[in-house]
């Protein structure tokens, strides 16, 4: 992921509606994408991921899609609920090395 | 199931002091992670390591020490802790590399 500075994104969704969260990231040469869900006060937590040989992937309520071209990850959270209020990041790496780079994230509220 | 702990959970300490945060994993991982967040920054890797007795530097190590002598715990070490090593630490673990990492509930350390 890339820095977007120091005001962390927000997006604000209406319970039930699907939400869209975005990530750019900056390494070509990136092969394997992680989405991680973060709540107040806690460790990340794995939600899904995908490797450049797909461009989506569809888990329980979430769906990640990639596009190489533009280098660009999204994750999409179908009928949002109350306790998907968090913060959500994309971490991006390649299998030859330990050093995924986590982009800075974007808070998630959940208006009901 | 304890997976990955971490303690403490909450530190204050001055400027000066040598501080140490550990880390415990009990799924046999071979690769542990020491990550620093702090707000603009998102996360970054201050060390990992391979294996028991491997170590690496990541992208900011400067300031602090780790060790690795049994594969479960990968304890942190502050020599000489600054305010600017004032931060939430995570320790993270992962089966393969390259693979996914989980990640620890965090230590929240305040340096004076």
């Known amino acids: 992921g890339e820095s977007v500075g120091l005001h962390l994104p927000t997006l604000s969704v209406q319970e039930g509606d699907n939400s869209i969260i975005n990530c750019a990231y900056s390494?070509?040469?990136?092969?394997?994408f992680i989405w991680y869900k973060q709540e107040s006060g806690k460790g990340p937590q794995f939600i899904i991921d995908i490797r450049s040989n797909m461009d989506k992937r569809q888990g329980q309520r979430v769906t990640v899609l990639l596009n190489k071209t533009v280098k660009h990850l999204s994750l999409q959270i179908a009928a949002t609920q109350p306790g998907d209020s968090a913060v959500y990041f994309c971490?991006?790496?390649?299998?030859?090395?330990?050093?995924?780079?986590f982009g800075p994230g974007t808070r998630l509220s959940v208006l009901p | 199931d304890a997976g990955i702990t971490q303690s403490p959970r909450y530190k204050i300490t001055e400027t000066g002091r040598q501080v140490t945060l550990m880390c415990h994993q009990t799924?046999?991982?071979?690769?542990m992670f020491w990550y620093r967040q702090d707000l603009g920054h998102g996360l970054r890797l201050i060390y990992y390591?391979?294996?028991?007795?491997?170590?690496d530097k990541g992208e900011v190590p400067d300031g602090y020490v780790v060790s690795r002598s049994k594969t479960e715990n990968f304890p942190l070490t502050l020599e000489s802790a600054t305010r600017s090593q004032t931060s939430v630490y995570f320790c993270?673990?992962?089966?393969?590399?390259?693979?996914?990492?989980?990640f620890g509930p965090g230590t929240r350390l305040l340096v004076l």
């Open positions: 971490a991006d790496g390649d299998n030859y090395g330990q050093n995924f780079v």
């Open positions: 993270a673990s992962s089966g393969t590399s390259g693979g996914t990492q989980y």
């Open positions: 390494n070509s040469a990136s092969d394997y």
């Open positions: 799924w046999s991982h071979s690769y």
């Open positions: 390591s391979a294996a028991a007795d491997i170590t």
